[in-house]
């Protein structure tokens, strides 16, 4: 056998698997090289994501608070006050904790409505503010017995700062704004008491509408208003009152049985 042929063959075998596994390793250094490379990018995205997030949360604005603004009338028979007439309306003072007042027409942004000024001489614990709204020249007599129902809207406005926020602070905010009201049936003059109302405002001194509906829910017993009655009324009162302030009315809207509204004589 020819050794040095042999020999030449296991050294170039030797060579080539040398060569081989060189191969090997520098794929899979490339690779890892590769793979490292591709995570420090990705870990780098997400650090600038982060960082852009907090940029971004730390330069959103602060949502500011908007002042309530009132409500326009939608119905063609609501009493609007825009006339400046406020003749069948009247402050009713007629126990100790009745408000004492004045009612005028005023305009609040541009929106003309009843306003009851509290003169505030009687303690505000007990107090109550009370609007009577005289009916037979509004809709007419004819109309009376028609009514089943009364919508307005009721609005605050507070004077002082004696409403106090859960963190301590005073606010010049009227606060909860409620109350409720009633009238003298036809039957037997008989007094019946209409449901409560409530809102409220506790950021700015001018509320926004708290709506109110009066309803007469024993009309089928004749508790209800009749054409023969010759001062048809009803009482609007607030109560609960949080802080110093006056009373506001608007668009008043009498309706009927079938929810139409009943059109103004006035």
Not at 28 to 42: L, M, P, Q, T, Y
Not at 52 to 62: D, F, G, I, N
Not at 116 to 128: E, N, Y
Not at 152 to 180: C, H, M, Q, R
Request: glycine share 8%; aromatic share 8%.
């Amino acid at each position: 056998m020819d050794y040095k042929k042999l020999m030449a063959s296991a050294m170039v075998f030797t060579m080539l698997a040398a060569a081989a596994g060189c191969d090997d390793k520098g794929s899979e250094s490339s690779s890892s090289s590769s793979s490292s490379a591709s995570e420090s990018s990705i870990s780098e995205e997400s650090d600038v994501s982060a960082e852009e997030s907090k940029v971004e949360a730390t330069e959103a604005p602060t949502e500011e608070l908007t002042a309530p603004s009132p409500v326009e009338a939608s119905d063609p028979n609501a009493v609007t006050f825009d006339d400046d007439d406020c003749s069948f309306a009247e402050v009713v003072s007629d126990d100790d904790a009745a408000a004492v007042g004045t009612l005028s027409v005023v305009e609040v942004q541009g929106n003309k409505m009843l306003k009851f000024t509290d003169d505030g001489s009687v303690d505000i614990a007990s107090r109550v503010q009370k609007i009577k709204i005289h009916v037979n020249n509004l809709i007419g007599a004819e109309n009376l017995d028609k009514v089943k129902s009364i919508e307005f809207d009721v609005y605050a406005d507070a004077t002082a700062e004696l409403l106090v926020n859960e963190d301590g602070t005073s606010v010049k905010a009227p606060g909860w704004i409620g109350g409720g009201g009633g009238t003298v049936t036809a039957k037997d003059d008989k007094w019946y008491d209409f449901q409560e109302y409530s809102g409220g405002e506790y950021n700015f001194d001018m509320s926004g509408a708290a709506h109110a509906e009066f309803k007469f829910l024993l009309a089928a017993d004749n508790q209800k208003w009749t054409s023969e009655m010759e001062d048809a009324n009803f009482l609007i009162m607030r109560w609960g009152m949080q802080n110093e302030g006056n009373l506001y009315i608007d668009n008043i809207v009498f309706f009927d049985e079938d929810g139409n509204s009943i059109p103004l004589a006035k």
